[in-house]
């Protein structure tokens, strides 16, 4: 098992920064692929953004430019910056893990989330 706990989610202004911290702990040495997803209210979950192993990183094409993901301690602790936000960001932001060989689009575990909230 991989436990995830989430951070930094809270109130900003349009146009504003934000950063998520995401710490895994437990079986991580399984875990191939760090990932961001958000579900706004109403709205189906999404991904938002993986950091793998290789340093690699993929986006959503509505972040891409606006969001960074990076990672520490081994990739175990993942980030996500959030500059120029807007209202539609607004969401709760779960950080999620793959282990190797499958999709980060369809994580293995996830954590409990954080809110964010984008106001105009």
């Known amino acids: 098992q991989v436990q995830l706990v989430e951070s930094g989610g809270r109130l900003v202004q349009t146009g504003g920064s934000l950063r998520l911290s995401c710490a895994s702990s437990?079986?991580?040495?399984?875990?191939?692929?760090m990932n961001w997803f958000r579900r706004a209210p109403g709205k189906e979950r999404e991904f938002v953004a993986t950091?793998?192993?290789?340093?690699?990183?993929y986006y959503a094409d509505s972040v891409k430019g606006r969001f960074t993901i990076t990672a520490e301690n081994a990739g175990n602790t993942v980030y996500l910056q959030m500059n120029s936000l807007k209202p539609e960001d607004t969401a709760i932001y779960y950080c999620?893990?793959?282990?190797?060989?499958?999709?980060?689009?369809?994580?293995?575990?996830w954590g409990q989330g954080t809110q964010v909230t984008v106001s105009s």
């Open positions: 999620a893990a793959s282990e190797y060989g499958h999709s980060r689009y369809r994580p293995d575990f």
């Open positions: 950091y793998k192993r290789d340093g690699s990183t």
């Open positions: 437990g079986r991580t040495s399984a875990v191939s692929k």
